[in-house]
């Protein structure tokens, strides 16, 4: 069984016509760290920075990241 978890922050961005500047002050992120998380290049999922990004824009951690199988 194969899959991975891909994140989707771009389309939520987009979704709600946001940057990724404003999403960086919102979730207090630095940008390097935005990016990683936005193009699917995290090895390891902070749960406060999660967190953060989910408050910020206002949804569900299922509306931003999802198993690809």
Do not use: T
């Not at 998380?37 to 989910?54: M, P, S």
């Amino acid at each position: 069984m194969n899959g991975e978890i891909k994140f989707f922050i771009d389309d939520v961005l987009n979704e709600k016509e946001l940057s990724k500047n404003w999403l960086e002050e919102k979730a207090n992120l630095q940008r390097s760290q935005l990016n990683s998380y936005a193009n699917n290049k995290v090895k390891r999922i902070d749960l406060d920075v999660l967190a953060r990004i989910c408050l910020a824009l206002d949804v569900e951690v299922g509306d931003i990241i999802k198993l690809q199988r």
